[in-house]
């Protein structure tokens, strides 16, 4: 298959479409033969779904043969983290205690992006649970950053990050907990943006820590997201924290100026913890954004140092309550040859959870426990509260915040999986927007050590999703960070 159906983004894709110079199918095709030709070497995928990808393409150009306008989607390669349910086949969660485990029914998410022309092509790797920010954790593989695959791709939707990154798909579906949309994207040289928690329906999504994960999209480009938001998002009276009002068209506003824009730069997110070459490489973009016409200020947030505490109690909690649910009597994995019920489950649990994953479930526990739960998780949500004000009060003068995505730029593999301190450390900036429910983008914005993309975060109020999408648009067009694609693109 021609490689030029490869590294493309949305509008491209259905301009060939709408010419008649490639069917669906045969893009379809060019994606599957594309993740033959590089999943040994980045492993994104658990599952690959060629025979559906193939079935909705046909759909596609049988809508096509009948002159049916096209959707939105129409043709386009969607790849979902595998802790998104999708009917029919396998939702691992990349666990062992759920790695044969196929879902009775899809989440909302997937069956939107479906309604909308999307040609789903696999179910992607990821750290256990989303339990990770190195899809090291997986239970399964390893998946590999494709611009130098000594180096991680970031976690926990990693593999959903590579995948994009890599061209097998032209968007993707990840979560995102306390960075696992934004740092695999800083780190893959992508877009990668989580919505205003309620904005997008968490139906169908394994729960990880319920009052922070949503699910959001990886793309090559703004525009792509924006479009996939549009489909994607909107009430859902299947989610019980689903927003129920109208949302705005988020690719019809992109092109807003933002000339007067007010940004502040969060000094504590900039200075000590954060590598040269990433403060430079974003110091360069508030220099674009002032040339853009956006006033700069610079802020400072203090209660931000207790993001990281916070957000590892309020996490580890809640995925001891969520994860209770796998002890083998309903579905998932089971123990053999044990003696009664709670050998049973001492087994199951024993089987089934990766390192990581008993890890947080035992500080969560704990954290909940008689005699703690007020030292710790009462007073941990107490303090989330304080940040959430903090941001509230900084959005009454300013429009957006910047920060780095990630305070460096993709780690080598192996090189922190003995110290998960520095592995959660890693997240510093992207945690504090789950714990205020805020919306939050990363685009490409550099090129750091060893010529690895450096990541640029922009946060804003919640539900000025929009006002965030516009201004990483406006910094994109005016910089060409998101026309590099990595070599496994172009050289297979």
């Known amino acids: 298959m021609s490689k030029s159906l490869l590294g493309k983004t949305i509008s491209e894709l259905q301009n060939i479409l709408e010419k008649k110079e490639a069917s669906a199918t045969e893009i379809a095709q060019a994606h599957l033969k594309h993740i033959e030709d590089t999943e040994k070497k980045i492993a994104a995928f658990n599952t ?7 079935k909705q393409a046909k759909a596609t150009d049988d809508k096509i043969a009948k002159k049916e306008p096209l959707l939105p989607l129409s043709g386009i390669p969607l790849a979902v983290k595998d802790n998104i349910c999708l009917d029919g086949y396998p939702t691992t ?5 759920l790695e044969n485990f196929s879902p009775p029914y899809q989440a909302t998410v997937t069956q939107r992006l479906s309604a909308a022309g999307a040609t789903i092509i696999g179910k992607t790797n990821l750290d256990e649970f989303a339990m990770g920010s190195s899809t090291e954790n997986s239970a399964f593989k390893i998946t590999r950053n494709p611009w130098n695959t000594e180096r991680v791709p970031g ?3 990693g593999g959903s990050a590579a995948s994009t990154a890599s061209g097998t798909s032209v968007i993707s579906l990840g979560s995102d907990t306390g960075g696992s949309i934004r740092q695999p994207a800083s780190f893959c040289g992508i877009v990668g943006m989580k919505p205003t928690y309620g904005t997008v329906s968490r139906f169908g999504l394994v729960a990880f820590s319920s009052s922070l994960d949503q699910i959001g999209s990886f793309a090559r480009s703004v525009k792509d997201v924006a479009i996939t938001l549009d489909v994607m ?3 859902d ?3 019980a924290t689903s927003y129920n009002q109208k949302l705005p068209g988020f690719a019809s506003e992109l092109e807003k100026p933002i000339k007067g824009l007010r940004i502040g730069l969060i000094k504590e997110l900039i200075g000590v913890g954060i590598d040269d ?5 974003v110091l360069k973009a508030v220099e674009t954004y002032k040339a853009l016409g956006a006033q700069i200020k610079e802020i400072s947030m203090p209660n931000l140092r207790h993001a990281l505490p916070v957000y590892y109690l309020i996490c580890t909690a809640d995925a001891s309550t969520n994860l209770a649910r796998f002890d083998g009597v309903r579905y998932g994995h089971r123990a053999a040859g044990v003696e009664d019920l709670l050998s049973m489950y001492f087994k199951t649990r024993q089987e089934g959870f990766g390192p990581e994953v008993k890890r947080r479930i035992m500080l969560g526990t704990y954290a909940l426990s008689s005699g703690y739960y007020d030292a710790y998780y009462k007073k941990a949500q107490k303090v989330r509260r304080i940040i959430k004000n903090d941001f509230d009060e900084q959005f009454k003068e300013l429009d957006l915040l910047l920060t780095p995505t990630s305070p460096s730029v993709a780690f080598a593999v192996g090189s922190k999986t003995e110290d998960p301190l520095s592995m959660y450390l890693s997240d510093i900036a992207t945690i504090p927007a789950n714990l205020a429910g805020i919306p939050g983008i990363s685009i490409p914005c550099g090129r750091g050590k060893d010529n690895l993309p450096i990541g640029l975060q922009l946060l804003g109020p919640a539900l000025k ?3 965030v999408l516009q201004a990483a ?5 005016a910089t060409e960070f998101h026309k590099q694609l990595a070599e496994v693109v172009t050289h297979a």
């Open 277 to 281: 070459d990433v403060r430079d490489a």
């Open 465 to 467: 999703d929009a006002v």
């Open 473 to 477: 648009y406006a910094f994109e067009q």
């Open 48 to 54: 690959i779904t060629a025979d559906l990808a193939l």
């Open 155 to 157: 976690g926990s939707s």
């Open 237 to 239: 009276p299947l989610d």
């Open 93 to 97: 969660c990349s666990s062992k205690m």
């Open 233 to 235: 998002g909107g009430h």
